[in-house]
């Protein structure tokens, strides 16, 4: 037994721990504090194996480089799997694995994968000590930059060791490198036995298994059987003139601008808003006492995608990565600091491009992976929430799904009701980017922004928000944003960034019976005055267009609906179809032009 050097005495954990190094057979079994000694010791021994590369200790204190297996950048959706008992309740969406050929098949790759190596035992806490919304994970893992990783992304170490107490009722998590091959690399979720296994590869989404594969899938899962929301949404705090702060939750696609928009800075002519960041990827969402809907970040930093990433686009995330951070797959400059596309400035004369090879901006390949990534402490950012870390989480005013269209989907619509809502989140849709392994630009359903993290059935996930909607005294109003509409050049017309505020200033005062709206057959869209414009430059007619509804393209994209849902089979919800009924209705009525004062 591991028990000797165990700081617990949690049976179920030391059992379980013991188990699975039988299986790896590491040399050695070290237990992960989450304290300083142990992250510079870690460090230490990475910067001396080449897992990670100093950084211009002047310049970016406590900065490091790592760089990943050029076959293991991205998170690979056709290697995750979720294992449930019957394969319906994976559903359509997931790839499926009996779990005894899973727990099979990867046991052979676990099988002596450890050797001459440490297994790294992490307890982590995901949410807040104390609080209803926290969950505890265990991850195994032979990788040190794992390691570092989860000190930043979770609460970890004695703290998760405490919440669990005499408990077994913790997630196992298990990881294993293996020998990185991309044949023999498995993302395994096994829901009804609160475990995750992943081996093969070292890249972030796949191995960090308190983000995507706890706080998300497995999560998902969990909320459905104990009533609360496991969501792929930022959360947002906006302060108005007068100091009182809406929060609101956003649901976009990998790849879309979460985190932008999660730290977005209220533009000149908008004086006297501020905005605070409480979370940029994950939102526990619970029912409070008050009947209204409390969101948590569950996570401790973020894990952002760095190419795009500048002072025009993102202001705080920069000065969120300039001390104690990782960065993975990014451009490393002469002078030691690091370099991304679309970051501020000229491109750097010449660099060592993620490879490790030498770039110049004639080369014809980019200089960092368009899924380089930064690993940052959440509390470093100038714009964090004070109540980022309250253990109640805090009050959503509204829910903002956001697809990325090129045409149909206006600038934002209000749903009509929360049914109406669920039904506008399940037919989201968005075109693929390079978060995950595979083609890009692909137009592709994304219900709720869940498509890759849905833990089950998700003609079960619609019903169990339909339900949620229920039991919701005080909804929040659920909008839809596109950020990325298009002129028939292909250009986007939206500026985003910071004006994107003005669309969510509108979302607020319809939260609040105020702003003036149009009703139109999809939902009420703002009217042309009722968004702030002082300050953009942009034409009234170009405002009509980014919030006209085209009947004709409606109609279809209820086409293409109607192929999504019948994808979903019959365990889709009623209450759906008779959403989609209603709006091919509402497309062949004469059109409104009410215009709708009270929110
Ligand atoms: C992420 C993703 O890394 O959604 O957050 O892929
Ligand atoms: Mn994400």
């Not at 954990?13 to 057979?25: E, I, P, R, Y």
């Not at 910067?47 to 990670?52: D, H, I």
């Not at 790839?95 to 050797?115: L, T, V």
């Amino acid at each position: 037994m591991t028990e000797n050097n165990a700081p617990t005495r949690n049976q179920a954990v030391l059992k379980w721990v013991d188990d699975m190094a039988k299986l790896c057979k590491p040399d050695k079994i070290v237990w992960c504090d989450g304290s300083e000694e142990e992250r510079a010791r870690l460090t230490k021994e990475c910067l001396a194996a080449g897992e990670l590369i100093e950084l211009n200790q002047q310049k970016l204190p406590g900065c490091y480089l790592h760089r990943s297996d050029p076959n293991d950048v991205a998170r690979v959706e056709k290697l995750t799997f979720i294992c449930t008992k019957n394969k319906e309740d994976a559903g359509p969406t997931n790839n499926w694995m009996a779990p005894d050929e899973a727990y099979k098949k990867a046991r052979a790759i676990f099988d002596g994968s450890m050797k001459g190596r440490t297994m790294y035992v992490i307890p982590f806490l995901m949410g807040l000590p104390n609080s209803p919304f926290a969950k505890i994970g265990f991850e195994l893992t032979d990788s040190r930059y794992v390691v570092l990783n989860m000190r930043i992304m979770t609460r970890m170490g004695k703290i998760a060791l405490e919440q669990l107490g005499d408990s077994p009722n913790f997630t196992k998590g298990l990881h294993s490198r293996a020998d990185l091959n991309i044949e023999r690399r498995y993302i395994l979720h096994f829901p009804e036995d609160n475990t995750i296994w992943s081996v093969g590869s070292a890249y972030g989404g796949n191995v960090l298994l308190g983000k995507k594969c706890l706080a998300l899938r497995i999560g998902s899962w969990l909320g459905r059987k104990e009533s609360w929301l496991a969501e792929h949404m930022l959360i947002l705090g906006i302060q108005n003139p007068k100091g009182e702060i809406r929060y609101v939750c956003a649901a976009f696609p990998s790849q879309c601008g979460k985190t932008n928009l999660a730290m977005v800075v209220a533009p000149n002519a908008l004086k006297g808003y501020k905005t605070w960041t409480v979370g940029d990827d994950i939102s526990w969402l619970r029912i409070g006492p008050d009947g209204k809907l409390w969101a948590v970040n569950p996570e401790a930093g973020f894990f952002g995608v760095a190419p795009g990433t500048s002072l025009k686009t993102n202001p705080a995330a920069l000065q969120t990565v300039q001390r104690s951070t990782l960065f993975t797959n990014v451009a490393l400059k002469p002078d030691g600091t690091v370099w991304w596309e679309g970051l501020d400035g000229d491109p750097p004369a010449n660099c060592i491009d993620w490879l490790g090879k030498p770039w110049t901006p004639a080369s014809k390949d980019k200089a960092a992976h368009p899924n380089s990534r930064f690993t940052a402490p959440a509390s470093q950012c100038p714009s964090i929430s004070p109540e980022w870390e309250n253990p109640k989480g805090v009050p959503i005013s509204a829910i903002i799904f956001g697809g990325r269209r090129a045409k149909v989907a206006p600038l934002v619509f209000e749903t009509f009701n929360w049914q109406h809502g669920v039904y506008v989140g399940s037919t989201m849709a968005s075109e693929t980017t390079a978060a995950a392994a595979g083609q890009v630009g692909v137009v592709r359903r994304d219900p709720m922004a869940m498509l890759p993290f849905l833990g089950y059935h998700a003609g079960e996930y619609f019903r169990h928000w339909l339900d949620m909607g229920k039991k919701i005294t005080k909804p929040p109003k659920i909008f839809h944003v596109n950020w990325f509409r298009t002129n028939n050049q292909g250009k986007f017309i939206w500026p985003g960034f910071g004006e994107n505020l003005r669309v969510i200033l509108w979302i607020l005062d319809r939260c609040e019976g105020k702003g003036d709206a149009l009703k139109t057959p999809i939902g009420c869209v703002p009217t042309p005055d009722a968004i702030a414009t002082t300050g953009l430059a942009i034409s009234p007619e170009t405002f009509k267009e980014l919030l006209s509804v085209n009947r004709e393209e409606w109609r279809q994209e209820l086409e293409l609906q109607n192929e999504w849902f019948a994808s979903i089979g019959p365990r889709l919800p009623k209450e759906l179809w008779d959403e989609h009924s209603a709006l091919a209705k509402r497309l062949e009525a004469k059109p409104e032009s009410v215009v709708l004062k009270e929110g």
